[in-house]
């Protein structure tokens, strides 16, 4: 784990270096502020249940009723992605006044992914609860690494025509895709 936290560094560091550098300074701060926005947000939508989560599995020793307790875990995730999906959608009609911003689309367009964005959250707890190290170690590399994968390509072939848009939706893809390959 620790180990893998240290690549993770590293890679978040060559793809902030690489993002500013495609990007500018303007678009790299709507980038920016796209991301702490969001995050900001989520931090509303936590209310413990991951923490909790992974302390029940922790002290579950029934396999069967460890699994019921992470497909609960599951479905009390979807519904926060939900509900925290439909609050960044309302609050993009409200974003642009408030910061003086010009994200209300890129809200709007994104806000259908973000209703995976609380399983980021879910998973690193029921690797921790079930003593699957190996897994939060997977999942905090793979979604990076992908999405590094996504930038070179996007150098590589659009150079030039590369947009916050399409950073940001690279970023959610590669995060909803990491989440499914763990």
Do not use: M
């Amino acid at each position: 784990l620790y180990s893998s936290q240290i690549v993770f560094i590293i890679l978040g560091t060559f793809v902030s270096a690489y993002n500013a550098r495609i990007l500018g300074p303007y678009n790299y701060g709507i980038f920016s502020f796209f991301t702490v926005f969001t995050i900001f947000v989520l931090l509303f939508f936590r209310f413990g249940f991951f923490s909790s989560g992974g302390y029940l599995l922790a002290h579950e020793t029934d396999h069967r009723k460890e699994r019921e307790l992470i497909g609960s875990l599951i479905i009390v995730s979807l519904l926060i992605g939900v509900f925290y999906s439909a609050c960044i959608f309302v609050s993009s009609f409200f974003v642009d006044q408030v910061f003086r911003t010009n994200i209300k689309q890129l809200l709007q367009a994104c806000s259908a992914l973000f209703i995976f964005l609380p399983f980021q959250l879910l998973i690193p707890q029921i690797g921790l609860g079930t003593n699957k190290i190996n897994n939060i170690s997977f999942f905090n590399i793979i979604s990076k690494s992908l999405y590094l994968f996504g930038l070179l390509l996007f150098i590589t072939f659009l150079y030039g025509k590369i947009t916050v848009n399409l950073l940001i939706l690279l970023n959610l893809v590669t995060v909803v895709i990491g989440l499914v390959i763990v």
